[in-house]
């Protein structure tokens, strides 16, 4: 973008972010960074999805419990950042409530009752941030059934991800996969960290 000491201004969509070798600053209006406009060509930037480690640990132990029997879901429970979402708690579907091979119900108050608990251990409040299910298959693509849950969340929660939880090909290891859900039924694979 730039090089030296000269300074480059970048239209970013309801963003403008100045680079000058030092530092970044931004001007913005709490909207993540999804769109580069350089050239006259748009790249999109994705946010990176980072996972408290014990929470993580906690997640991986319940598939491991399913067995991917049946799909399970839940949602994710953190903070948003500029161009990063926190996750530090998973909540979870009880093991066989409204789940077959295909599909399963989220229950939205059982859920809402373990968010409220988890945001009693934390001074600044997380909320929910996004929802997780599991697939059976190796099929980690959204249904169209999914297409339309992760529209209706946008709509509710704003910035979201949905991430699907397959098994790895050895059977022995699982796979995150977290997408942030754009509008007209698009998404982008974020990157994933877990932490400490």
């Given amino acids: 973008i730039a090089t030296g000491s000269n300074v480059e201004s970048v239209n970013i969509k309801r963003c403008v972010m100045y ?14 960074l ?3 406009e350089y050239n006259k060509k748009a790249v999109m930037l994705c946010p990176k999805v980072i996972i408290r480690k014990s929470a993580y640990h906690k997640f991986v132990k319940y598939i491991h419990k399913t067995g991917f029997q049946y799909e399970t879901g ?28 295909m599909t399963f119900v989220l229950d939205g108050a059982k859920h809402t009752r373990e968010l409220n608990k988890i945001r009693k251990r934390f001074v600044i409040h997380p909320q929910i941030i996004g929802v997780w299910h ?12 999914d297409r339309k849950s992760n529209q209706l969340l946008l709509k509710q929660f704003g910035r979201i991800i949905s991430a ?23 998404e982008l694979l974020c990157k994933t960290s877990v932490f400490s």
Avoid at 24 to 30: G, S, V
Avoid at 84 to 96: D, E, G, K, L
Avoid at 178 to 183: D, E, H, Q, T
Wanted: charged content about 20%; overall charge positive; aromatic content about 14%.
């Fill in 74 to 101: 839940g949602t994710l429970i953190g903070y948003r950042g500029l161009g990063m979402f926190y996750v530090i708690a998973f909540t979870f579907q009880p093991c066989s409530d409204n789940a077959s091979k």
């Fill in 19 to 32: 680079w000058d070798q030092s530092q970044i600053r931004l001007a913005h209006n709490a909207e993540v």
């Fill in 34 to 36: 999804l769109c580069i």
């Fill in 164 to 186: 699907i939880v397959i098994w790895k090909n050895d059977r022995k290891r699982i796979q995150f996969l977290p997408f942030y859900i754009l509008k007209n039924n698009r």
């Fill in 134 to 145: 599991s697939h059976t298959t190796e099929d980690r693509s959204f249904s169209l059934q």
